[in-house]
Every structure is written in structure tokens, then in C-alpha cells.
């Protein structure tokens, strides 16, 4: 696959979770959910050595981050 392939995947997925977690922001205990879910996401991508579960994870921190700090 090339490069700029992998970098439009990478970018979709990231921009996908920073969606959803905007949406799971709305929710009651959307921190906790959220953190649970980055946790797990990003120590999936570390130990199966892939960078898109790693940007997934970054998304959704992102994304709660967004609706948390911003509104």
C-alpha cells in the first residue's frame, strides 16, 4: 500500500473518532468512557505495532477533548 494511502486511512479514522467521541460526550460519564476506551484502543496498537489504532485512540482523545475544553 502506499504511503499516501496509508496516511488518507490514518486520516479518516482520526477524523471517524474524533466523531463518535464528540457523540459519546453527550453522554453521562463520557470521561470514563472515553479514557477506558482510548486506554484499551492505543495498548492494542502498541502491542500489535499498528499505527492506526494508535491515531484512533489519539482521535478520540481529541474529540472528547474538543467538546470537553471547547464545547
Known amino acids: 500500500m502506499s504511503e499516501i494511502c496509508r496516511l488518507l486511512i490514518w486520516i479518516c479514522g482520526f477524523v471517524i473518532a474524533s466523531a463518535i467521541a464528540q457523540l459519546i460526550s453527550l453522554l453521562p460519564w463520557s470521561a470514563l468512557v472515553i479514557a477506558v476506551a482510548t486506554t ?9 505495532n499498528s499505527m492506526l489504532l494508535q491515531v484512533i485512540a489519539v482521535g478520540l482523545a481529541f474529540g472528547w477533548g474538543k467538546c470537553y475544553f471547547l464545547g
Not at 42 to 47: I, T
Open 40 to 48: 484499551i484502543t492505543y495498548s492494542q496498537g502498541k502491542s500489535r
